[in-house]
């Protein structure tokens, strides 16, 4: 199976494909945790990421496309789950020309929605687990320990382009540069909206039901 999950910062895309990847066994390929990965191994990738990670605008196109062309390639014949990309027409361009190549396809494209007031309360709250990966929020899903991973016993630690600032650039840059990915898909297939404002536990249950017909 092969799934889309697009939606703004802070829609829960990460959040809920760890709890897909969990049930249907796809791979999570999540370009945001990709390009964190090569900063944090100092890649010459990763050094050209950071000053666009940082300021809540894109990474250039032909960097992404390379990257993740790469990961959708090496992926296992269960499938995947994509996260954060594409996050631009020419990037979805790119996606399609690349499935087309292996005679595959998008077995479907979900679109979170969630309003902007949410988004900035989510992404201020966020805390993550440098060593697991681990999401926590600080009211909306804390973890046992105030700071601490349940999982691990690390130190949560805040991403540096989580502050209010930056969303507000990372906002602006996906209504400007991801919207109309949401678009291009739906001038061409179903996309199954999914209102993500609520409970994660309530959203999950409706992704559930759209991917269990798939399985
Ligand atoms: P990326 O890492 O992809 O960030 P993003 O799209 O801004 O998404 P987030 O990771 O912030 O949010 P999410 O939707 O995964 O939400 P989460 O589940 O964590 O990208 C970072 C940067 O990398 C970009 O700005 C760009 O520079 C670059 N980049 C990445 N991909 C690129 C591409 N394709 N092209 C160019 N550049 C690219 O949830 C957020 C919080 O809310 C958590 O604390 C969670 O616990 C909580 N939460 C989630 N759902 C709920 C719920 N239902 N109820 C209550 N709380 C919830």
């Known amino acids: 199976m092969r799934v889309v999950l697009l939606g703004a910062p802070g829609a829960g895309k990460g959040t809920h494909c760890k709890k897909i990847v969990g049930r ?15 900063r944090a191994e100092g890649t010459d990738l990763g050094k050209k990421a950071q000053s666009y990670m940082d300021a809540g605008t894109l990474v250039p ?3 992404i ?7 959708v390639k090496a992926a296992p014949r269960s499938g995947f789950v994509l996260d954060g990309f594409p996050r631009t ?6 996606l399609d020309r690349a499935l087309a190549k292996d005679d595959s396809g998008i077995d479907v494209v979900i679109n979170l929605q969630v309003d902007d007031a949410i988004v900035v309360d989510r992404i201020t709250g966020r805390r993550s687990c440098p060593k ?3 999401v926590y929020h600080v009211r909306n899903m804390p973890p046992k320990e105030a700071g601490v991973c349940d999982h691990d016993g690390a130190a949560l630690v805040q ?8 969303v507000k650039n990372r906002l602006a840059t996906y209504y400007e540069q991801t919207e109309p990915v949401v ?12 209102p993500a404002d609520g409970d994660a536990d309530a ?6 039901d759209i991917l269990d017909v798939l399985k």
Not at 65 to 71: I, P
């Open 24 to 38: 249907y066994g796809l791979l999570h390929l999540s370009s945001g945790d990709i390009l964190r990965r090569e």
């Open 203 to 208: 959203v999950a249950a409706v992704l559930f």
């Open 61 to 63: 196109d032909d960097l």
């Open 89 to 94: 027409v020419y990037q979805a361009e790119a």
């Open 159 to 166: 991403r540096p382009d989580d502050t209010a600032e930056v």
């Open 132 to 134: 697991c990966g681990a």
């Open 65 to 71: 496309v390379e990257m993740m062309s790469k990961a």
């Open 183 to 194: 678009k291009y898909y739906k001038a061409q297939r179903d996309v199954r909206d999914v």
